[in-house]
């Protein structure tokens, strides 16, 4: 095997790759196994040069987060395709550090709702915990060594899931000032920040983010990775100018539930006796990887 290739392609070095293209790496959340090959086979198909699938705090309790790690490293070395795992939005030490154990690739610190002082403990513990897993994992030559770690600043509001409406507010919008303090204090090295984006999709009202705000974010602090998350429900242009203008990792969950469960519920429909899993899945999984495919190509800017 080729050690030095593989330890090289850590996912750093798959986000620097994207800031010199000006594209942008898809993050993509799974509960089930059909739809974590979906999101794979999906990003594979379509020339993304990795994926990034995560699991939320619920999501990792419903499939197991030792379970999640297995499958996705032999799919990772069935395909040789590189497959980033990421704890989706963990919000304690505690649980940052059960999906580093368990040999997770990378990790959200989301402290966000915490007063901004313990949002930077917090991040900063899960860093330090993080690069002394990273240098254990080295000696024992794992292939991906380096764990990859997020904060989070600024109120993100939302679920993943359609509701009519949420206040956006830009006082809820990272402060440009307050970026670069967190960063050079917790040592992170992607930044979740909010600028207008949402979690999840709302039916009553547009939504649109602010590109300009960003701007001053990234002016301001250059340096970390920049991560939009709740991209789904955004208009495609504005997803495609905030990777112009600096996002290199692009949060989608809501618009693949929505496409999973549309297909099964069709499938019930038309078929109401059908009860073999693998027949009302594959449809599904189907609908999934259309949304992937269509989501890769505008983050690649094709
Ligand atoms: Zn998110």
């Given amino acids: 095997m080729n050690d030095l290739k593989l330890k090289i392609k850590n996912l750093n070095f798959f986000l620097s790759e994207a800031k010199k293209g000006m594209y942008a790496i898809g993050h993509f959340n799974f509960a089930t196994e059909d739809m974590l090959r979906g999101i794979i086979e999906a990003s594979r198909d379509a020339g993304a040069p990795a994926v990034m699938v995560g699991t939320s705090e619920g999501e990792a309790g419903f499939f197991g987060i030792k379970e999640a790690v297995a499958l996705v490293k032999t799919i990772k070395e069935d395909l ?10 963990f919000k304690s030490f ?4 059960e999906a580093i154990d368990a040999g997770y690739d990378s990790v959200i610190a989301d402290g ?3 007063p901004n002082d313990q949002n930077i403990t917090l991040a900063k513990q899960v860093v330090n915990y993080a690069r002394l897993a990273s240098a254990k994992r080295s000696e024992v030559g794992s292939i991906n060594p380096d ?5 989070e600043l600024g109120y993100l509001k939302g679920a993943s899931e359609v509701q009519a409406k949420i206040e956006i507010s830009p ?3 990272t402060k440009p000032e307050e970026v670069a303090d967190f960063v050079a204090r917790t040592g992170i090295d992607r930044m979740a920040v909010v600028f207008g984006n949402i979690h999840g999709i709302v039916t009553d009202q547009e939504e649109k983010l602010d590109i300009a705000h ?6 301001a602090e250059p340096k970390p990775y920049y991560v939009l998350h709740g991209a789904s429900g955004l208009k495609d242009e504005d997803i495609t ?13 809501t618009e693949l539930r929505v496409a999973y469960r549309d297909a099964i519920d069709k499938t019930f429909h038309e078929k109401p006796n059908e009860t073999t899993p693998y027949k009302y899945l594959a449809p599904a999984v ?9 989501k890769i190509k505008l983050f690649m800017g094709k």
């Fill in 286 to 294: 189907e609908e999934v990887k259309k949304v992937v495919v269509q």
């Fill in 214 to 219: 960003f701007l001053k974010i990234i002016t």
């Fill in 241 to 253: 100018a905030a990777i112009q203008a600096g996002i290199v990792n692009v949060h989608f969950n």
């Fill in 147 to 151: 764990i990859s770690v997020e904060g």
């Fill in 112 to 114: 966000s709702k915490l």
């Fill in 80 to 89: 040789n395709y590189p497959i980033f795992l990421n704890a989706d939005h």
């Fill in 94 to 97: 505690e649980k940052c550090k």
């Fill in 171 to 173: 006082a809820d919008y």
